[in-house]
């Protein structure tokens, strides 16, 4: 019952700036990870950030500099501000998340979003 719902994605301009967000709602206890992910055509799906709790955030080498990624733990939901978007950016988005679950306080499970499409023109 725990689910993960994204927006945000869109077309823009090379150059240009897009803010996605990931809503985490359901049954659980505490997020432990956050974290997002693309799959650019052809290719797998690769990390592009996460965020442990009580640790440090990790970018990809290809987004450093350019992507921030937040988290408002009031709301339960995870940010993705990308700036200086370039072509090869393009791709599918995917929210993930590590949690415990109220029912299970001493596992931890992962969970994924929908996936959202982001993507640059030249």
């Known amino acids: 019952q725990v689910q993960l719902v994204e927006s945000g994605g869109g077309v823009v301009q090379a150059g240009g700036s897009l803010r996605l967000s990931c809503a985490v709602s359901?049954?659980?206890?505490?997020?432990?990870?956050m974290g997002w992910y693309r799959q650019a055509p052809g290719k797998q799906r690769d990390v592009v950030a996460t965020?442990?709790?009580?640790?440090?955030?990790k970018y990809a080498d290809s987004v450093k500099g350019r992507f921030t990624i937040s988290r408002d733990n009031a709301k339960n939901t995870v940010y993705l501000q990308m700036n200086s978007l370039k072509p090869e950016d393009t791709g599918v988005y995917f929210c993930?998340?590590?949690?415990?679950?109220?029912?299970?306080?001493?596992?931890?499970?992962?969970?994924w979003g929908q996936g959202t499409q982001v993507t640059v023109s030249s």
């Open positions: 993930h998340a590590v949690v415990v679950r109220i029912e299970s306080a001493f596992r931890e499970y992962d969970y």
């Open positions: 359901g049954s659980i206890w505490r997020i432990n990870a």
């Open positions: 965020m442990p709790s009580g640790g440090s955030t």
